[in-house]
């Protein structure tokens, strides 16, 4: 399969393992220097036994604002869905709209050290829907029929807000997330983080009308702004009464939607995904890791005036992994620099465990608020059985972040509040048909525990999918070895590889 840009900046194919092809990968400075302007890019790169709802975007800067799409896998001709065949298939794709550049918009924040504007507006393919001035001409329609049984394929593309989604008067059966299936359940309300996917069954089991779909923001950091907006779409029977001329068309019916802040639903929802069937997951592990996320405030630089650190009081918004706000490089990708020997882009010492040990989500020292900055990498061996604890911290706030790995669907075999025990935690872990996903939304004030099998060699960045943490340092680049012969190892770097 083959993908061409033009322009400046990189693609990426959102949840795609591409095994053995990290230089299609597409996040910038990781494993491509980006496109120069009226240059190109072939990626090249094949699919292997992935099915289900994935999506593309741009990995540079806030280009995926607008830069997003779809990207469905069917199953293989002759074989069928793991549940009843839809009468239709729609993506849904839930965006996030500034009425400004959004480039201008995270620019400007990286000149004051403060927060980014917060979005105006949500869309549905596009569009805000019927509850924003100015918009109602092209809200979304999702058609259905009585009797029909449709498949929705919910994408979360917005840039920085985790998002509820519902739709009135109908329940749905959950199938499918991140492009693995999942054991059916029924529920009314979904929660996506960025970069998440869901796909439900929908039922034309309701009185024949036209109903809202709806979407708004899950908001959990405490005393941060956002957009508190609802995006619209519609959901339209085919047989429902057409509008006789010169009377209004009929209202569709609008959904309540979870509070804000209805961190329970968001951990009920989390807590039904389960896998198909019973699952290969590691149980000896070679790799046990521990890594912290969260936000931190750097104090204002002496050569800075107070213009340039507009965070609280007076200092500029950072973020990090085990105290390491990432820094990109800027002249050599990470992958390149590993393949060809280059010294000093980037550094092995990425620590697998908190420097220091503290009370993650209490009340954290303000001497742990600062933490430093670098290029700093995990080497994993190929193959090794890795275990990594995502432990939120309460440093400036607690929230949810979506953490998502480059390269690798992992299982996500537990979840909690409070600081992760392995002690009193391990005896909860569900090895047994746990969720496989690319992207998990560790919750807020807690932790989430995830195990896979490092068998794809390449660099494979793993980072928060709120892209206002990414530009901050929320991130970190696991540098998996290549095992032995062809099979085991990276391809090598195509000729048309972009330079810096």
């Keep these: 399969m083959l993908e061409e840009k033009k322009g400046h900046g990189t693609l990426k194919r959102h949840g795609i393992r591409q095994i053995r092809t990290g230089w299609a990968d597409g996040p910038e400075f990781v494993t491509q220097c980006p496109i120069r302007p009226g240059e190109s890019y072939t990626y090249r790169f094949t699919i292997e036994g992935q099915e289900g709802t994935l999506w593309w ?11 997003y799409g779809a990207l469905i896998i069917h199953p293989k001709q002759g074989e069928s869905y793991p549940f ?88 749905f059966t959950v199938v499918g997330a991140d492009a693995s299936y999942l054991k059916p359940f029924t529920t009314t309300v979904l929660m996506l983080g960025p970069g998440q996917t869901t796909d439900i069954l929908i039922k034309g089991d309701q009185p024949p009308s036209r109903y809202y779909i709806a979407a708004r923001a899950y908001q959990s950091a405490q005393n941060a702004g956002f957009d508190n907006t609802t995006t619209t779409a519609i959901l339209e029977y085919k047989s429902a009464p057409c509008p006789s001329k010169g009377v209004a068309t009929i209202k569709p019916l609008m959904p309540s939607l979870p509070a804000y802040n209805d961190t329970n639903t968001v951990t009920a929802f989390s807590k039904s995904l389960r896998s198909p069937r019973r699952v290969e997951v590691p ?120 953490i998502h790995l480059h390269g690798y669907d992992f299982y996500v075999v537990a979840e909690g509040f409070g600081n992760f025990d392995p002690k009193k935690d391990t005896s909860k872990f569900n090895l047994v048909d746990p969720p496989q996903r690319n992207t998990v939304a560790v919750p807020v004030n807690g932790w989430s525990v995830i195990r896979f099998v490092a068998d794809n060699p390449g660099a494979w960045i793993m980072h928060c999918h709120l892209d206002v943490h990414i530009g901050w340092g929320l991130a970190t680049v696991l540098l998996v070895d290549n095992g032995i012969g062809l099979l085991e190892s990276i391809e090598a770097p195509p000729e048309d590889l972009p330079l810096c």
């Design 84 to 171: 009843t065949n839809p009468k239709r298939e729609t993506p849904i794709l839930l965006g996030e709209w500034w009425d400004a550049n959004p480039i201008d918009v995270v620019r400007q924040a990286t000149q004051t050290g403060g927060a980014p504007n917060v979005s105006d507006a949500y869309t549905i393919n596009g569009q805000p829907g019927d509850l924003y001035k100015c918009s109602t001409q092209g809200t979304t329609i999702v058609p259905i029929d009585s009797g029909e049984t449709n498949l929705l394929r919910v994408i979360n593309a917005a840039l920085n807000q985790p998002l509820f989604f519902t739709i009135a008067n109908h329940k």
């Design 57 to 67: 975007h741009a990995h540079s800067s806030w280009l995926r604002a607008t830069v």
């Design 283 to 402: 149980t000896e592990i070679d790799e046990n890791l521990f890594f912290t996320i969260g936000l931190g405030l750097n104090n204002c630089p002496p050569n800075f005036n107070s213009n340039q650190c507009q965070g609280p009081n007076g200092t500029r918004f950072t973020a990090s992994m085990n105290n390491v706000s990432f820094v990109l490089p800027s002249n050599i990708s990470i992958l390149q620099a590993q393949h060809l020997g280059v010294q000093g882009v980037f550094t092995t010492d990425f620590p697998t465990n908190p420097p220091l040990q503290f009370d993650y989500t209490g009340n954290v020292s303000r001497s742990l608020w600062q933490p430093i900055s670098g290029t700093k990498v995990t080497k994993l061996k190929f193959g090794s059985r890795v275990q990594i604890v995502l432990q939120d911290t309460s440093i400036v706030t607690s929230e949810n972040h979506p």
